[in-house]
């Protein structure tokens, strides 16, 4: 059976959700909220040790300022909600992404949750804001250049994969996109290189931790050769 250790969401179709029923974009987003915490608290409780959560991408910037603005809320809310369960339950709250761009009321208490939870290693929470997965990776290249003398022989896989926003976490197992679209748009493209990928018709507002557990149990069933041939 396939180990999964760190599982990645593109939770997308929030928008849509919520004019398929009639309600406006931003209540499509509440929802998905509500989403995030019992994903989150199931990934905990089955023992995943890393989730990173594509919840705002360098391109939503362009977005209506008052869909942002409701974002942004939501997400502040989502923190000061779950800081008690991230302290209980061992769970790490990481923040990647280009973060300076954030409203300052959202840095402040992104920052001391980070900083409050960094000590918490059952699993690593990685939230993805204003997130380019390109743009990771030049920020990884910029900051071996920035060393003095680095050696040029030096910089492995592994050497440059620390120096990515999801060093905690390690390689993507498996990648999951709701919403029905055939794509990973700028996500962890680095980390996803040899990762599992789930396209799910369901929109984000309407999957369910049983939808989560039919995934990896097909994800279990894979067969990862990671390039090899399978010895019979």
């Known amino acids: 059976m396939n180990k999964l250790k760190h599982l990645a969401i593109i939770m997308d179709g929030n928008g849509r959700w919520a004019q398929k029923n009639g309600f406006p974009r931003t209540d ?26 594509y919840a705002f991408s360098e391109e939503n910037w362009g977005r209506p300022k008052e869909e942002i603005s409701i974002l ?53 929470l990685n939230i993805a804001l204003s997130y380019s997965g ?21 910089i492995t896989e592994d050497f440059f994969s620390q120096k990515l926003s999801t060093f905690n976490s390690g390689d993507v197992d498996l990648l999951i996109r709701t919403g029905g679209d055939f794509r990973i748009s700028n996500f962890l ?32 069933q894979r067969d990862r050769r990671f390039g090899l041939i399978k010895i019979i």
Request: with cysteine; net charge negative.
């Open 28 to 53: 499509g987003h509440k929802k998905g909220a509500s989403v995030v915490h019992e994903i989150v608290t199931h990934c905990r409780k089955i023992g995943i040790k890393a989730l990173t959560l």
């Open 72 to 124: 942004m809320e939501l997400l502040l809310e989502f923190m000061v909600k779950e800081r008690v369960t991230m302290l209980d339950n061992g769970i790490h709250f990481n923040p990647i992404g280009t973060l300076e761009k954030l409203p300052d009321f959202l840095k402040n208490t992104l920052f001391d949750l980070e900083k409050e939870t960094s000590i918490n290693a059952v699993m690593e």
């Open 134 to 154: 390109r743009q990771d990776i030049l920020n990884a290249i910029k900051n071996i250049i920035s060393q003095n003398n680095f050696d040029t022989y030096s």
């Open 189 to 220: 493209l680095w980390e996803s290189a040899y990762a599992e990928l789930f396209f799910e018709q369901k929109l984000w507002p309407e999957f369910t931790a049983d939808d989560l557990d039919r995934i990896i149990n097909n994800f279990s």
